[in-house]
């Protein structure tokens, strides 16, 4: 990505994929939303992942970039991805697909191993559940030689680390994510927010340490404070050289952090370095 944001412009990045970063930042959506705009060199038509905000201006841009859109996938149903979802549908006439039945429009939904074949393209369903439980990724792997890509909505970001957005979010799911998208090894990254990033693997293997560590220190808070520490409680411990603003994400990832760790009715604590079992051996961030 340039040094320099260029909001509710089309961006190449690869020879199949093109962004449109919605001119909606904040703490939560960093820099904006990635709107991909997908095809094959030389088809006529595009495939839409993740329309962005309910924006005029952004659906106007995405539109005109794509000229004609086949389909439109959702990532996940959170509202800075899904929001312009009916709006696009009702401008260009593409069905809407996600794994949430709620936000499909005009044809069936996506599944775990489905393809979707549009553009030119195949694109390949991947259920990675753990940010939300609706979460998946899209894998791309051209057979011109071109190396796979992977678009990861918000299991995976260009910079920082992702909540857990307990309690539709789950860890134990959203490690098994991590683990399977550190099999794609060299596979770019074409993320929900920020830059893409070259090393898919790579990635996932630094979010998985980094979920390791925060595992320990709230299994450390925990030992500290007591086993009915309250999440806040832990927020304050864990988390205080972070923003403030990024408390609530904060809190919500150590709800789920908790969840985790204490296992069974009884609430045992489940050691944190059990993480490790997952195949996982930071990135900024609150989670």
Known sequence: MTSELQYEQLRSVTPWAAVVLAANPGPMTLSGTNTWVLRAPRSEGAIVVDPGPDDPTHLATVAAGASRVDAILLTHGHMDHSAGAAALHELTGAPVRALDPRHNLGDEGLADGA????????????????????????????????????????????????????????????????????????????????????????????????????????????????????????????????????????????RAQLAYLRRGSGGELRPAGMISELGGSAVRGPE
């Open 115 to 254: 393809v979707v074949s549009a553009a030119g393209l195949e694109l390949r369903v991947w259920a990675t559940p753990g940010h939300t439980a609706d979460s998946l990724s899209f894998l791309l792997d051209p057979e011109d030689g071109t190396a796979a890509m992977v678009l990861t909505g918000d299991t995976i970001l260009g910079e920082g680390t992702t909540v857990v957005a307990y309690p539709d979010g789950n860890l134990a799911d959203y490690l098994a994510s991590l683990a399977r998208l550190e099999e794609l090894g060299a596979a770019t990254v074409l993320p929900g927010h920020g830059p893409e990033l070259s090393s898919a693997g790579e990635v996932a293997t630094a979010y998985l340490a980094h979920r390791e560590k925060r595992l320990a220190e709230v299994s450390a808070a925990l030992t500290a404070l007591g086993p009915d520490a309250t999440a806040g409680a832990i927020v304050e411990r864990v988390y205080a050289d972070v923003d403030r603003a990024l408390w609530p994400a904060a809190e919500l990832s150590v």
